[in-house]
Nanobody, 115 residues
Framework: QLQVVESGGGLVQAGGSLTLSCAAS????????MGWYRQAPGKQRELVAG????????NYADSVKGRFTISRDNAKNTMYLQMNSLQPEDTAVYYC????????WGQGTQVTVSS
């Protein structure tokens, strides 16, 4: 089995920064790719950023390109999302997802950006 747990959410003013972390445990060697998703109230869950198992390939939603950076430290089985220049429209619950032989979603962490 595979488990992921997010941390690092919180309240920040517009223009500020936050870093989210996602710690994986269990069958971590089976992970092929990981990603960050978010879901705002009344909206569908959307992909924010994704990263391959070796960290060499990343992809971002157009809305966060140039502001967010996804990375991973395989030695720590942890993925990160550095979020800069946060805007109120970034307010959402952010979820970590890991997939490979198993698929796992975290419980989510709230990010609130005040104007």
């Amino acid at each position: 089995q595979l488990q992921v747990v997010e941390s690092g959410g919180g309240l920040v003013q517009a223009g500020g920064s936050l870093t989210l972390s996602c710690a994986a445990s269990g069958s971590t060697s089976s992970i092929n790719a990981m990603g960050w998703y978010r879901q705002a109230p009344g909206k569908q869950r959307e992909l924010v950023a994704g990263i391959t198992s070796d960290g060499r390939n990343t992809n971002y939603a157009d809305s966060v390109k140039g502001r967010f950076t996804i990375s991973r430290d395989n030695a720590k089985n942890t993925m990160y999302l550095q979020m800069n220049s946060l805007q109120p429209e970034d307010t959402a619950v952010y979820y970590c997802h890991a997939r490979g032989v198993f698929s796992s979603w975290g419980q989510g962490t709230q990010v609130t950006v005040s104007s």
